[in-house]
């Protein structure tokens, strides 16, 4: 059993910059990847970026790469989305999965948080 809950999502204007974080909780040690995955208002869910628990191996949608940076925190059970030069095509939902493979796709992961707003302003 595996809880995921994300936090620092908010409004901010163009060209800001923002992290999210996601605590994981329960039976964590039996997780190979945390991903960032993103919903904006009529679109379908997409992939931001995915890291190793144990490695630190990264893995980034190509839209994201250079812009945004995964990190992760194994002391803190904590896994980070560092978010630069947002611009409004950015404001999404972003969703915290976790699951065995260092993947894109989110049919892989098994465990989701409940999403955390993030809103970028013109």
């Known amino acids: 059993q595996v809880q995921l809950v994300e936090s620092g999502g908010r409004l901010v204007q163009a060209g800001d910059s923002l992290r999210l974080s996601c605590t994981t909780s329960g039976r964590t040690f039996r997780l190979y990847t945390l991903a960032w995955f993103r919903q904006a208002p009529g679109k379908e869910r997409e992939f931001v970026a995915a890291i190793s628990w144990s490695s630190s191996s990264t893995r980034y949608a190509e839209s994201m790469r250079g812009r945004f940076t995964i990190s992760g925190d194994n002391a803190k059970n904590t896994v980070y989305l560092q978010m630069n030069s947002l611009i409004p095509e950015d404001t999404a939902v972003y969703y915290c999965?976790?699951?065995?493979?260092?993947?894109?796709?989110?049919?892989?992961?098994?465990?989701w948080g409940q999403g955390t707003q993030v809103t970028v302003s013109s």
């Open positions: 999965a976790a699951g065995d493979f260092l993947t894109g796709e989110q049919t892989s992961y098994k465990y």
